[in-house]
């Protein structure tokens, strides 16, 4: 995959200064009815308003780089914790027939775009390869259901780390972070308490949070490792 976006690179010096860039990104149709959509977008509000700080969602990271098949290779939510330089990349799932592996994949593949940008940072504006932090955490987070849809084999998380940790090192000059591979359940009793884009946008676009709101907030603040 490293290999690949380098050879892109080489073709296409057009790297759009969009990658990386830290926005909410809010339109959502009121009638909607996807439940990862809505739950990504409720964390969007949510994070836009101020009730769930430094979160944010659809973050480009390899256009211009990726490949044809894969223009944007958006992240579906990212976290910066600027107290302790701690940067997470979500894969979200809730609903999906997706094997785990291939949720995996995009999430390592959005850890090897970091690692890409932060080595030709001086070439560009991209906002959170320039933070500089400490350690980039690459998550899967689902319902606990998602990880038992096939066999997975947990030892392999430690291996994927160390291999991207190596990469880090060899291509970054710099402070390289520390890098993780997770995988990460919501608490068994979360349900989406919306049903559509427009319950979405009532419940999770105020001014104080509402008890619909903070269900989600909180959801995401008890999310627990599934192989520890």
């Not at 609903?95 to 080595?119: H, N, T, W």
């Not at 259901?145 to 994927?160: K, T, V, Y």
């Not at 559509?196 to 995401?220: H, I, L, M, S, Y």
Request: proline share 5%; with cysteine.
């Amino acid at each position: 995959m490293y290999a690949r976006m380098q050879k892109n690179a080489d073709m296409n010096r057009k790297w759009s200064d969009k990658n990386w860039r830290m926005e909410c990104q809010l339109d959502i149709a009121p009638h909607n009815e996807s439940k990862e959509k809505c739950l990504e977008k409720s964390v969007a509000f949510l994070g836009e308003r101020g009730h769930m700080r430094g979160w944010c969602n659809q973050v480009p990271t390899a256009s211009g780089v990726a490949g044809s098949g894969d223009r944007q290779a958006n992240v579906d939510l990212a976290h910066w914790d600027e107290e302790n330089k701690h940067l997470r990349l979500v894969e979200l799932k809730w609903e999906s027939s997706d094997p785990v592996g291939r949720a995996m994949f995009q999430a390592i593949k959005s850890g090897l775009a970091y690692i890409f940008f932060c080595k030709h940072r001086g070439s560009g504006k991209w906002k959170l390869v320039h933070l500089r932090p400490r350690h980039v955490a690459l998550e899967v987070v689902a319902p606990r259901e998602f990880f038992a849809l096939e066999a997975s084999r947990p030892d392999a998380l430690p291996e994927i780390s160390q291999a991207l940790v190596q990469i880090a090192s060899g291509e970054i000059a710099d402070a390289a972070p520390e890098m993780s591979v997770g995988m990460h359940a919501f608490p068994e009793d979360f349900r989406l308490p919306f049903a559509n884009g427009a319950e979405v946008k009532v419940q999770c676009n105020t001014t104080a949070a509402t008890p619909e709101g903070q269900r989600v907030r909180d959801a995401f603040a008890n999310l627990s490792p599934v192989w520890k």
